[in-house]
C-alpha cells in the first residue's frame, strides 16, 4: 500500500507542473525531481524491508540485519525515511510557486505547502536539539506525519482548483 501511495504522491506532483505557467515551469520541474527522488527512495526501502528481511531471518541469516530492520531506531531503514521525507517536503517548496497568488483557493494551497515545510524544518532543528543524534523515531514519525497532513489537505484543496478550472474552461474565477 505504501507503494502505491508513493506512485499516486509523484503522479500528483506531476500533474502539477504541467498546469504550471511558463515562468514557474522551472521551481516544479524541480519539485518533480525531488519528488522523483523521494518515491525511488522509499520505494527501495520498502522493497528491501518486505523482501530481503523476511527471507534472512527465515534462513537464520541474522548476521549484520540488526542495520536494516525498521525495528532499530538508528538503522538504515529509519535514515532512509527520514531522508526521503525531508525530500519529499522539500518539494512542496518548490511544487508551491506552481499555484500563483491569484485568489485564495490559490493562496491556501501555496501556504499550505510552505508551512509544511516550515513546521517540518523546525521539527527536525527541535528534535535534534533535544536528543541530538538519538532522535531515533521521533523525526520519521514527525515528518511522515507533517507530509502526509500537507498532501491529505493540498490534495482536497487542489481537487477543487482543478475542478473550478475545469468548469470555467481552464480559467480560474476566485
Keep these: 500500500i505504501c507503494s502505491l501511495q508513493l506512485i499516486v504522491y509523484l503522479a500528483f506532483i506531476i500533474s502539477i507542473h504541467y498546469t504550471a505557467s511558463k515562468e514557474n515551469k522551472i521551481f516544479s520541474a524541480i519539485g518533480v525531481a525531488l519528488s522523483t527522488l523521494t518515491a525511488g527512495i ?3 526501502d520498502y522493497f528491501i524491508q518486505f523482501t ?17 530492520t525498521q525495528y532499530n531506531p538508528r538503522g538504515i531503514f529509519i535514515a532512509l525515511e527520514e531522508l526521503a521525507y525531508i525530500l519529499m517536503c522539500l518539494s512542496f517548496m518548490f511544487i508551491a510557486p506552481a499555484f500563483e497568488n491569484k485568489n485564495k483557493l490559490e493562496l491556501s494551497i501555496r ?3 510552505y508551512i509544511g515545510f516550515i513546521v517540518l524544518l523546525s521539527s527536525f532543528i527541535s528534535i535534534v536539539v533535544k536528543y541530538g543524534i538519538n532522535r531515533e523515531y521521533r523525526f520519521e ?6 507530509n502526509w497532513l500537507v498532501l491529505i489537505v493540498n490534495g482536497i484543496l487542489i481537487s ?6 475545469k468548469k470555467n474552461n481552464g480559467v480560474i474565477i476566485p
Aim: aromatic share 14%.
Design 42 to 44: 522509499l520505494l527501495i
Design 52 to 68: 530481503v528481511i523476511p527471507v534472512s531471518l527465515r534462513f537464520g541469516e541474522t548476521e549484520g540485519i540488526a542495520i536494516l
Design 111 to 113: 501556504w499550505t505547502f
Design 141 to 146: 514519525v514527525t515528518a511522515i506525519t507533517i
Design 160 to 165: 477543487i482548483f482543478y475542478r473550478r478550472k
